[in-house]
Structures are given as C-alpha cells and as structure tokens.
C-alpha cells in the first residue's frame, strides 16, 4: 500500500482550485501565463500532503485493527481523490472540497447508523456499479499517461509524446516502470507497484544527474513534468509539516465565489457530495467482502464478522480523511497481501498502521519521485480496475448503453460526475420506455431528478436571470 505516499502527493499535492492555489494555499504558478512553476510551492505542498496521507491511514488502520477487529488497512483512496482534485477542486478552494469529503463521511456514517447503507446498495444497479469502476480505472489512465508525458495536448485533440514520438529521457523512465511493474505483476512478485516506482525513481536520479534533463518549460519538451529527480539533503528531513489537518471548510462550498447563496449551485454541490459517497460506497462493499472472502472469513450469508463495526472505521475513515486535507479514506483492496501472508486478525492492521507512522518522516524521499516514476502505476491501477468490464451484460441494450455513457463521458470530458449521472438517467429513462419503471428504485429516482438539474443547472441559471 506504500504506494499511495506517493501518488496521492502526486494528485492531491499538485492540483489546483478556482483560485490558482494549490492545497497549501500557494499559487501554482509564478506568472500569469501559466508557463513558470511555482517549485517551492510545490515541493512542500507534496511534502505536507505525504505526511498528512501518512498520518491518517496510520492511525484509521490502526482503529480499524482495535475496533474492527479485521485485516484490513485504509488509506486514501485512489480514484476518490482524482475525482476530488479534478473535478470538484477547480470549482472551489481546497479547503472547500475537503469540507465535502467531511459532509460525504457523515452521509456515510449516518447510513451505517440507520441501515439505509443496504438501501442504496439495491438501488444502484450491478451494471453501473460495474461502469462506475470501469470509468474510473480510465480516468485514473489518463491522467497516469499524461503525467507520464506520454498522451500530451495536440491536434486536434491529443497526442502521442512529442509530436507524435516518444522522445527524451524522462518519457523512456516512464516506459521503463510500466513495463517493469507488468513484469513484475504477471510474475506475482509482492508490493509490485512500490518496486516499479523505487526502481524508476533510480533510474531518473541517475539520468537526471547524467545528462541534466531539466524541467519540461519552455523550449524544453523533453524534460520532466513536476518533478526533477534529487536525492533529499539531510537538512530536508525536519520535524513533519501537518499544517494541512484541520485546514476544512464546511460551509463555502456550497455558497457561490463571491459567499452568496445559488439555488443551482448548492444542488450542484450536493451532486459532488454524492458523487463522492457513490465511488466511496461501492468501492468498500467490494473490498471488504473480497478481503473476507481471499481469508476465508466470511459467513454463510457472505458477511464478514463485525461487520457493522468494519463499515463504521471505514465511514469515520471518510471524514478524516477530509478533515486531513488527504481525500476521503477508504478500505483497501491491497489488504489482500496481508491475507495472503497468513493475517485473519486485527494485529495486522495494528502493524500496518504503525508502518504508516513510521513513515510520516519519510516525506522528503517524496520529492524525490519524478511523475513518470509513479505515472505509470496509475495506468496499471486504471487496468486493474477496467476488469470490472466483465460484469456488464453488453448483449442488453438497457443495460450496455448506460454502462457505456458512464465508462467513455469519465475520461472525454474529465468529469467522473458527468459519468455517474449520464449513467443512472439513461439506466433510468430506458427502463421507462420499455415500461419496467417499476424496476427503478425510487431512491434511483430522485438521484435522476438531482442529476438532470445537475446537467441543466447553466440552463436555469440563465432562465431564472
């Protein structure tokens, strides 16, 4: 799982909200043109981010060791925080969309509480909950290819490296880790992803300090995208900056930049919120059940013991990973490593969220991984999470079409909310022209109505002007 130290610095450490700033509070950009990096920002908004990842998976693994008493580890959880700094990030500040994380943790924690979590589990229909896997895992691609400057702005659309090639050194690190972290995969080697990224970085260090390659600006097509690989100096290991825990706002983002409030805006947030808790929800359904399943802990109706506990960590786990600036926490599907080496308890978890501790002083070693080190895994995450794909009965039209719109709008309009909704209103809107609205929850129905004005919310606005 150590893996995440450093791509969710990657994610949530380099993007930037509506104002330009990154998760810091530092513009991420010198000039106006967007051409010149702000390099300081971003080395210690990376830096904080890492330690902060650290912090809460050590201590929600370690919860969910004590309380949960069940192998299974959390950490922030990849594909929630793509959709947290790309889609909701841009709309707002950060700490504006760390308060959705927290309000979308309390949804959750409040569904455990009631029993509603069953509820909507039924609601959602396998084929999407497959779909909005699948999607995601194509999001998560794109962006992995483009940090690894390997898909990059062309004509008309995209392209492939440079002008169609694949040229220059931090390119060939990139296709180096993918193909190391295939090897690796297909020959079952343990902590595959870690390796793929260790090893790349090595070979960036000693390219970087070959052949000076330099950053990609300017002229410099060729150079690296965020980070220009360095060994960390001994005065970079200091005290662990965790500036970032607490730094939420759980009101603004639901008002409109200027603190007013939007009829339209506030039901567009709301549609974020639920986006969240959507990818969240079925995410853990999936990851407890097979962690229990690969232990052999399940019981007869297929739930693992201490269930309602394990769903309450996991819920509390959302909302502190909001209120850490780190993106919501999740179960992890990695914990099945563990399983394999003979866990069946808590005392595993108890130990991997000690590691996590451990590893809060490590954050400089961050810096030290350039994108197209840790790039590709997030290609390999995306074909991981494409085999879900199978779970679509593609020979039924009512059920193949909603689950295309929600796999191909994810990536095509670099929206995974536009995804989900695109996906339930057609899911919806088919079954009731072939007359089986009956089939259609009617919780899935006010989910319609919620996204359709999601969708027309800039038509409104200008109607209601």
Do not use: C
Not at 159 to 181: E, M, R, S, Y
Not at 212 to 230: A, D, F, H, M
Not at 371 to 378: F, I, Q, T
């Amino acid at each position: 799982m150590a893996y995440i130290l450093a791509l969710n610095p990657l994610i949530i450490g380099t993007a930037a909200d509506r104002n330009g700033n990154l998760i810091n509070g530092a513009p991420k950009f010198l000039d106006a043109a967007k051409s010149q990096l702000n390099d300081a920002a971003l080395t210690e908004s990376k830096l904080m981010v890492a330690a902060a990842t650290a912090l809460i998976a050590g201590l929600l693994t370690i919860l969910m060791g004590v309380w949960g008493r069940f192998p299974l580890a959390l950490a922030t959880g990849l594909g929630l925080n793509a959709l947290l700094a790309y889609s909701i990030a841009p709309q707002m500040t950060w700490p504006q969309a760390m308060g959705l994380v927290v309000w979308e943790g309390t949804l959750i924690t409040l569904l455990v509480l009631t029993g509603i979590r069953k509820a909507i589990f039924t609601a959602v229909p396998p084929s999407l909950r497959a779909a909005i896997s699948v999607g995601i895992g194509l999001f998560i691609t794109l962006v992995g290819l483009a940090d690894s400057g390997l898909v990059r702005p062309g004509n008309p659309l995209v392209q492939l490296g440079v002008n169609g090639t694949l040229q220059g050194w931090p390119i060939a690190v990139a296709v180096f880790a993918f193909l190391l972290l295939v090897l690796l995969h297909v020959r079952k080697v343990k902590g595959a992803m870690l390796i793929a990224i260790a090893a790349a970085s090595v070979v960036a260090l000693v390219l970087e300090a070959a052949f000076k390659v330099g950053p990609r600006i300017g002229e410099n097509v060729t150079g690296w995208s965020l980070n220009v690989p360095k060994l960390p100096s001994g005065s970079d290991f200091v005290s662990p900056n965790l500036g970032l825990i607490g730094r939420v706002d759980l009101l603004g983002g639901f008002l409109k930049a200027d603190g007013s409030f939007s009829i339209g805006v506030f039901l567009g947030v709301l549609l974020l919120v639920f986006s969240l808790l959507l990818a969240d929800f079925f995410d853990t359904v999936g990851t407890v059940v097979a962690v229990g399943s690969e232990a052999g802990l399940l019981a007869k109706d297929g739930n693992p013991p201490h269930l309602q506990e394990i769903l309450m960590v996991d819920s509390i786990a959302a909302m502190a990973g909001g209120l850490g600036s780190v993106s919501s926490n999740t179960s992890y599907i990695e914990s099945t490593a563990g399983v394999g080496e003979g866990a069946r308890t808590g005392l595993a978890s108890v130990v991997t969220g000690l590691a996590f501790l451990v590893a809060i002083f490590l954050a400089p070693i961050v810096n030290m991984i350039p994108s197209e080190a840790a790039g590709p895994v997030l290609v390999f995450v995306g074909f991981l999470m494409i085999g879900q794909v199978l779970q679509v009965k593609w020979d039924e039209a009512e059920e193949g079409i909603p689950a295309f719109l929600t796999i191909v709008l994810m990536p095509f309009t670099y929206s995974i909310t536009a995804g989900i909704g695109a996906g339930v209103i057609f899911w919806a809107a088919i079954k009731a022209i072939k007359g089986k609205a009956k089939l259609v929850h009617p919780l899935l129905w006010a989910v319609v109505v919620l996204f359709v004005i999601y969708f027309a919310q800039g038509l409104l606005s200008s109607l209601l002007s």
